[in-house]
């Protein structure tokens, strides 16, 4: 299926015809719908914002999103989105014209929220949250301008894996960015289809269709981001215990409320027991039957 030219869609044309690069097509294509069926993603007739900021996930997140839309297994309609942020040298007209050539219905939303991070975020601080922060207010906006029911991102399995770490080691709590949720107004979906793809995929294949990634340079050039020490942690994990980060994803995956100490998730005061239970020794351990 994945050799016949005429069968492609125009992002996926020109692909390298190793074995290599298919089963890394296949792989991610597969993961994808896979998070998109897990995770009841898929409303007949909706449609999509796909946020596309012209890194190389949100390039894997629009090539798979269409590719699964065009096979017919994605019965959405599709609109990406690019927030051009007035960063200092960013080349606006990249996107554009890559989408124009693609032939991919797009909208191009021009809202400068770099100077306001910049002048509102103290010296040596980092800008991520305020700038997340208002770049998905705008997303959300034109979400609704545009009448879609949901506001779909690019991040990865080891995004979530990351900010899982990050507030594990800074914010005193197990969470991290859920596949799909509802926004604080409760109006629009947000969804996360890469949520089972790792990031060494989405680059090797964005490298491989030689799309024209254009860097983070706000919070890219600053040093010492607590992700990019989470990064580092897990990279090094990584290396000394090849699929840690396959067995620690699964872990979220598999949370046992009960085997936790969340008094708000299992009720421990209400754990009863009972007397009629029979115990037996097995080589001299209690065990309950």
Same mark, same amino acid.
């Given at each position: 299926?994945?050799?016949?030219? %005429?069968?492609?869609?125009?992002?996926?044309?020109?692909?390298?015809?190793?074995?290599?690069?298919?089963?890394?097509?296949?792989?991610?294509?597969?993961?994808?719908?896979?998070?998109?069926?897990?995770?009841?993603?898929?409303?007949?007739?909706?449609?999509?914002?796909?946020?596309?900021?012209?890194?190389?996930?949100?390039?894997?997140?629009?090539?798979?999103?269409?590719?699964?839309?065009?096979?017919?297994?994605?019965?959405?309609?599709? +609109?990406?989105?690019?927030?051009?942020?007035?960063?200092?040298?960013?080349?606006?007209?990249?996107?554009?014209?890559?989408?124009?050539?693609?032939?991919?219905?797009? $909208?191009?939303?021009?809202?400068?929220?770099?100077?306001?991070?910049?002048?509102?975020?103290?010296?040596?601080?980092?800008?991520?949250?305020?700038?997340?922060?208002?770049?998905?207010?705008?997303?959300?906006?034109?979400?609704?301008?545009?009448?879609?029911?949901?506001?779909?991102?690019?991040?990865?399995?080891?995004?979530?894996?990351?900010?899982?770490?990050?507030?594990?080691?800074?914010?005193?709590?197990?969470?991290?960015?859920?596949?799909?949720?509802?926004?604080?107004?409760?109006? +629009?979906?947000?969804?996360?289809?890469?949520?089972?793809?790792?990031?060494?995929?989405?680059?090797?294949?964005?490298?491989?269709?030689?799309?024209?990634?254009?860097?983070?340079?706000?919070?890219?050039?600053?040093?010492? +981001?607590?992700?990019?020490?989470?990064?580092?942690?897990?990279?090094?994990?990584?290396?000394?215990?090849?699929?840690? $980060?396959?067995?620690?994803? $699964?872990?979220?995956?598999?949370?046992?409320?009960?085997?936790?100490?969340?008094?708000?998730?299992?009720?421990?005061?209400?754990?009863?027991?009972?007397?009629? %239970?029979?115990?037996?020794?097995?080589?001299?351990?209690?065990?309950? $039957?």
């Amino acid at each position: 299926m994945f050799d016949e030219t %005429e069968e492609i869609h125009p992002l996926f044309a020109g692909a390298p015809s190793t074995t290599e690069f298919k089963k890394l097509r296949k792989r991610i294509v597969r993961q994808t719908r896979e998070a998109i069926e897990q995770y009841g993603m898929v409303e007949r007739g909706a449609k999509w914002l796909v946020c596309l900021s012209g890194g190389k996930d949100s390039y894997t997140l629009l090539a798979v999103l269409h590719e699964l839309q065009w096979r017919g297994l994605l019965p959405v309609e599709l +609109l990406a989105c690019n927030l051009d942020q007035g960063q200092p040298g960013f080349p606006a007209t990249v996107l554009p014209e890559f989408l124009e050539r693609m032939g991919v219905p797009h $909208r191009i939303e021009y809202q400068d929220t770099y100077s306001v991070v910049v002048d509102k975020v103290p010296q040596g601080r980092t800008y991520c949250a305020l700038c997340s922060r208002l770049r998905r207010g705008n997303l959300y906006r034109i979400a609704r301008e545009e009448g879609c029911s949901a506001v779909v991102l690019g991040h990865h399995r080891d995004d979530i894996l990351e900010t899982f770490f990050m507030n594990l080691f800074h914010g005193g709590r197990l969470a991290t960015m859920p596949p799909k949720l509802v926004n604080e107004e409760g109006d +629009l979906f947000v969804y996360r289809p890469l949520a089972h793809v790792a990031e060494a995929d989405c680059e090797k294949f964005a490298t491989a269709m030689n799309y024209p990634i254009i860097p983070c340079d706000l919070c890219g050039s600053q040093d010492g +981001l607590q992700r990019q020490q989470v990064k580092q942690i897990l990279d090094q994990w990584e290396k000394n215990s090849p699929g840690r $980060r396959q067995v620690m994803f $699964r872990a979220l995956t598999n949370a046992r409320p009960s085997h936790l100490l969340d008094p708000k998730l299992f009720d421990f005061a209400g754990l009863t027991v009972d007397p009629n %239970e029979k115990v037996e020794k097995t080589e001299g351990i209690p065990q309950l $039957r």
